[in-house]
């Protein structure tokens, strides 16, 4: 099961889609929410940013009937050495987006 599942997320390149959809999202987020990312980001440099792949989860709901299942690819976000957020990604299991959440602490 985890050679697959591995598989799955290299046949999708879900890791590298799931940092391009991080970038959207923060600078959607260093955009449209001015005040906060200077409150978390400030001063903001490039260099004090560290995004990291924190883990890869098969995520499965409805139980008993499990009739969704699903990837969930997390990023931590740490700003100046402190951790500030994380990100994540959720594929269905054919490597489509599905949905992603940006979460600032």
């Not at 200077?38 to 792949?53: G, R």
């Not at 976000?77 to 951790?83: E, H, L, S, V």
């Not at 990604?89 to 987006?97: D, I």
């Amino acid at each position: 099961m985890l050679e697959q599942f591995k598989e799955l997320i290299k046949r999708y390149n879900l890791i590298e889609e799931t940092k391009d959809s991080f970038w959207i999202s923060f600078n959607n987020y260093r955009k449209e929410e001015r005040d906060e990312f200077e409150k978390y980001f400030s001063n903001y440099k490039d260099e004090k940013l560290e995004v990291w792949l924190h883990s890869i989860s098969y995520k499965i709901k409805n139980w008993p009937e499990c009739d969704y299942e699903y990837v969930v690819i997390r990023m931590e976000i740490d700003y100046d050495n402190k951790t500030v957020g994380k990100f994540e990604a959720c594929y269905n299991m054919s490597g489509e987006y599905e949905d992603d959440y940006f979460i600032i602490y």
